[in-house]
């Protein structure tokens, strides 16, 4: 079994900067994709940010310039960090991974989620 266990978040005024992390443990033979969602209230998940097994990235238009998503393949972490928040950006930060086993299957998973709330 795998787990993803996120780190991070919180309040911040508007314009301010954050960070979260996610890390994953268990029974990894490879992570193909790495990255952050997010729901705010009464709306559908979105995709923030990802990070693939060869680091390339692709990010919502709405975060564009303000986010950062890296990651550390030797400890199987992944960072988002956020600057210049929003308002809009309040919601529940989601970590989510594609990881293969070694019988060469891919599976999702989803992290239990953390909380960033924009607000002056």
């Known amino acids: 079994q795998v787990q993803l266990v996120e780190s991070g978040g919180g309040l911040v005024q508007p314009g301010g900067s954050l960070s979260v992390s996610c890390a994953a443990s268990?029974?990894?033979?490879?992570?193909?994709?790495m990255g952050w969602y997010r729901q705010a209230p009464g709306k559908q998940r979105e995709l923030v940010a990802i990070?693939?097994?060869?680091?390339?990235?692709r990010y919502a238009d709405s975060v564009k310039g303000r986010f950062t998503i890296s990651r550390d393949n030797a400890k199987n972490i992944v960072d988002l960090q956020m600057s210049s928040l929003k308002p809009e950006d309040t919601a529940v930060y989601y970590c989510?991974?594609?990881?293969?086993?070694?019988?060469?299957?891919?599976?999702?998973?989803w992290g239990q989620g953390t909380q960033v709330t924009v607000s002056s």
């Open positions: 990070i693939r097994d060869g680091n390339s990235t």
């Open positions: 989510y991974a594609i990881i293969s086993n070694r019988g060469g299957y891919n599976y999702q998973y």
């Open positions: 268990g029974s990894i033979f490879s992570i193909k994709i």
